[in-house]
């Protein structure tokens, strides 16, 4: 078997003269990428002993002890099933018990939730604000599964009058964005709210796909397009529900 050693530094040691130089990274590099995650958020979550081994790992099939971080038993899962899974199975039992669906579909405040916001992002929400009232005040959803290992997610704007969420998504947020994985989960996360009831309005821009009928395809962010978003909300909870958070100024303009 010859030794490989890929572009990230992961593989053959760097002395081994016959290892064979791969210009690209090796797969569980590629897949933390894809997945706009890192591994030390890995090596935080794997059993202490296994640590150095994850710190070299390339193998996405690689089974690993993993601890909960709400104090669950170990458990074995695959690099890639921590990457794109469900996680604790004990957590996962608890997002689907009773006292959890109880809360499903309830918007509410993750303190401390790091939030990706990019001025496209906060353009969107200043446009969107001229025309409904925002709630500032929330920037989660609990859901009735876990979603990469948690019983929650963080759309970028949510209006929990509606139960409606926005998500833009365009390829220039990160070049890695929304392909393969990152499409698929996507699309994970608007069915983990629509089962709670939820409707996840997606600007699709800068050349990406429809993923639905609750994706508004455009080039750019522009106000027409902030107003095809209302279109689409009085489309799917009708006119009345929002004219009630409608801001006055905006709609006579
Ligand atoms: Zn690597
Ligand atoms: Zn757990």
């Not at 290892?19 to 995650?37: G, K, N, S, V, Y």
């Not at 090596?43 to 296994?50: D, F, I």
């Not at 996360?189 to 009928?213: N, P, Q």
Request: proline share 5%.
């Amino acid at each position: 078997m010859v030794a490989v050693r890929f572009h990230c530094g992961h593989g053959a040691d760097p002395a081994d003269p016959t290892a064979l130089a791969l210009r690209r990274p090796c797969p569980l590099c590629m897949l933390i990428a894809e997945t706009h995650r890192s591994r030390g958020e890995l090596l935080r979550k794997v059993a202490p002993p296994q640590r150095a081994a994850l710190a070299a790992e390339t193998r996405l099939g690689a089974e690993y002890q993993w601890l909960c971080p709400r104090g669950h038993d170990r458990f074995a899962a695959k690099v890639s099933e921590m990457l794109t899974g469900t996680g604790c199975a004990k957590c996962r039992a608890n997002a689907a018990a009773p006292a959890a669906l109880r809360e499903a579909g309830l918007a509410f405040m993750k303190p401390g939730l790091r939030t990706r916001t990019s001025m496209t992002e906060q353009r969107l929400r200043a446009m969107l604000g001229e025309r409904i009232r925002l709630h500032h005040r929330v920037n989660a959803v609990h859901i009735a599964r876990t979603f990469f290992g948690r019983s929650e997610v963080w759309p970028d704007i949510l209006v929990p009058q509606l139960r409606i969420a926005i998500e833009y998504d365009d390829p220039g947020r990160s070049r890695r964005a929304h392909l393969g994985l990152k499409e698929a989960s996507d699309l994970e996360k608007d069915e983990a709210l629509a089962e709670v009831g939820w409707e996840v309005i997606r600007i699709r821009a800068g050349g990406l796909e429809s993923l639905g009928a609750n994706s508004i395809v455009c080039r750019a962010l522009t106000p027409a397009v902030v107003d095809a978003v209302v279109d689409r909300m009085r489309q799917l909870r009708g006119g009345a529900a929002v004219d009630a958070i409608a801001v006055a100024a905006s709609a006579a303009s």
